[in-house]
């Protein structure tokens, strides 16, 4: 989920590889991208220049990506095997109805209703990180 934030702030160069071990340290094995706690993504994103606010909340969701034009990291707890899965909430649609996010592993984009993102059978969002800037 980092490197689709690093890439947003022009940072094309970074890898999912290259931010776990930011993370994690330089001789970190790579298992399956693992990051011990959503707090994890602020000190990836600080080793890349690029700071951030990392909370539980979902009222600045809207602040954030229209005024401040900056993208916002959802976490979602998967209610299937209670792991966790980031997404990049990036706009709104439908007078801020649906929100607009993109899939960390292939950039994909897609979209949900504001009620869907936060909670439906599948996931329920947990945690925020936004506020991020150059």
Avoid at 36 to 43: L, M
Avoid at 96 to 122: C, D, F, V, W
Wanted: aromatic letters at 14%; one cysteine or more.
């Amino acid at each position: 989920m980092g490197v689709l934030y690093a890439r947003f702030y022009g940072k094309i160069n970074v890898t999912q590889t290259n931010f776990y071990k930011a993370i994690c340290g330089t001789n970190a094995p790579v298992q399956d991208y693992y990051l011990p706690s959503v707090a994890d993504i602020p000190y990836g994103l600080r080793k890349f220049s690029i700071q951030s606010t990392s909370r539980a909340a979902i009222v600045d969701i809207a602040y954030q990506v229209e005024s401040k034009r900056s993208p916002v990291v959802v976490r979602w707890n998967l209610k299937s095997n209670n792991k966790g899965h980031f997404v990049l909430a990036y706009g709104f649609s439908d007078y801020g109805n649906t929100i607009l996010y993109a899939e960390p592993s292939n950039g994909q984009r897609k979209s949900l209703s504001l009620s869907e993102m936060t909670e439906n059978s599948h996931h329920k969002w947990t945690h925020s990180v936004y506020d991020c800037r150059k």
